[in-house]
DNA sequence: GCCGTTTTCGGCCCGACTGTTTTCAGTCG
């Protein structure tokens, strides 16, 4: 059983307590714990209670708990509210204004307990009868209901970029009298954003109504003078808040989140004699502003080292600033080479040469060739011959560029046994070579794992491209015993991917954290299929920092020279 | 259910907006 399974165990014990309405700090203990479970660095399942007793918010109980979810598949408390609620109820729960007190109510007086049951019962009118609900609850919930079905809830990390500019873009333009500044899971680099947080500093209320009237806007969810939430088409939800110049660090910091973070943040602020919120820094004694101007001094007002958004999860980096001992994370600005990228040999849009302006145009020095292997015989892969061929026209190519070197490389199946899609001699003569998963993904998690052990262990093998073969919101990851591949690749100098394709971003952020803890090197690369590819990197230096790496933890952040000395191939 | 540089008991983050209400509960972030 892996943390993911037990936390949604956890998770779900919070939401059905939740509906019963238990004591709210009950409900906060299994939601802090199912966070704390699912972004655990090593796999809880062998961990002893008294071990798990070490993790923050997890106390003999909770302890106790995980180990006879781990143990029996579930727990007995549970499956006891389950039986007392059935689980289908959860589903209403994530309707755009249902909480856990109408839920409850829906169930107990009109014994609702599916989305189904919930359409028919609102059409036939019978919500009205309940108290508190009237016509427009009513029309609400059939809003929500429509919007829930037409949207999966959240969006790739790009496209919520794309419409956060689109909307600040329309507000400099209506209302230049306000700073506009992106916030929320946007501007902490999550991989999907289930909303756009905007935060406007120093305008009047008039700019709620340039916000109002934006192009994408379908209906607005709420309106008021400081706070307002639309929804647009597509699916979004974007929400601007708006607060006076003086509160503008406290309100970034607000604002930008997490949720965990802020919470844990504010207990800090309490047993120190303070009050935070989206306003300032209070002292309690006297009511005075000790912070609020700019989001640094909130952080050193409570005794903290500024901490990087991307860092904001409470997965330990409070600890850390307490210490001001926080990494000094990797920038895109340190990456200096890409070690995987496509051109129209195989898959890509562009030929060598327009690949090669486009890096260096993106301020490379760098680039690595990988094309795809015969076995993709769908993206024309090449064989043995044809990628030799290559290989000389890449060197050929780099003599004459100027500021740029390029590799030979390979993007190279990894066959469903675990060899390699090209003679071993052949990817000898390569400068690197990036193994990758692309077919054969549902094998079992044994065999999947002893299929990429067999891959690191291979001399040839320089780097692991998109390890787990996830697509954001696609497809689950491939089943794997990551432990023994990051300390497989750590024992033979195999670097992992963070692959900055915006639908994979494979490392994701806790794994690539886990790989690095375990010795392992990794690489930023685009995997870029045409010239203008290479911005995607942004997206996975994002990754990269939630990961808490530095450049040193990041192969291609060094020179050539060094990067090519530091592969698998040339090391002793 | 967790936790402790006042505490092993009594705390536990904070505020805006909506709808259905006549003073507030519910939802959201």
Known sequence: MDNQAIARVLAEIGDLLEIKGENPFKIRAYRTAAETVA????????????????????GKDLAGKIREIVETGDAQYHRDLVAEFPPTILDLLHLQGVGPKTVQLLYLSLNIRTIEDLEQATRAGRLRELRGMGARKEALILKA???????????????????????????????????????????????????????AVGGTAALMDVFTSFGGVERPLGRGDTKSSMRLGGGFQADLRLVASESRGAAMQYFTGSKPHNIALRDRAIQRGYTLNEYGLYRVSDNERVAGEREEDVYEALGLQFVPPELRENRGEIERAIEHALPRLVELADLRGDIHAHTDATDGRDSLERMAAGAAAAGLSYLAITDHSKALA????????????????????????????????????IRMDGTLD?????????????????????????????????????????????????????????????????????????????????????????????????GVKLVVSSDSHS????????????????????????????????FVRSLRRNRR
């Open 39 to 58: 972004s655990a660095a090593v796999a809880l399942a062998a961990l002893p209670a008294a071990g798990l007793q070490k993790l923050p918010g997890i």
């Open 145 to 199: 209901l429509e919007e829930r079905r037409q949207y999966a809830g959240r969006h790739l990390l790009a496209d919520a970029h794309e419409t956060a500019l689109a909307i600040v873009g329309w507000l400099r333009e209506h209302e230049p009298g306000a700073e506009y500044i992106p916030v929320g899971s946007l501007r902490r680099g999550c991989e999907t954003c289930g909303d756009v947080d905007v935060l």
């Open 422 to 518: 090209l003679a071993t001699d052949c990817l000898a003569q390569l400068d690197l070579v990036v193994a990758s998963i692309h077919s054969g993904v549902n094998l079992d998690q044994a065999q999947m794992t002893k299929r990429i052990l067999r891959a690191i262990e291979s001399p040839v093998v320089d780097i692991i491209g998109h390890l787990t073969g996830r697509l954001l919101l696609q497809r689950e990851g491939y089943r794997l015993d990551l432990e023994r591949i990051f300390d497989a690749a750590a024992a033979c100098g195999v670097a992992l991917e963070i692959n900055s394709q915006v639908d994979r971003l494979d490392l994701n952020d806790v794994r690539a954290k886990l790989a690095h803890d375990r």
């Open 378 to 413: 769908m993206a024309n892969g090449l064989d043995e011959a044809r990628v030799l061929d290559q290989a000389r026209t890449v060197r050929e190519c780099s003599r004459h560029l100027d500021h740029l070197t390029l590799l030979a490389g390979i993007e190279c199946d």
């Open 531 to 562: 010239h203008a590819g290479f911005g995607v990197l942004r997206w996975g230096t994002l990754v990269a920092r939630r990961a808490w790496l530095e450049p040193a933890d990041v192969l291609n952040t060094l020179p050539v020279e060094q």
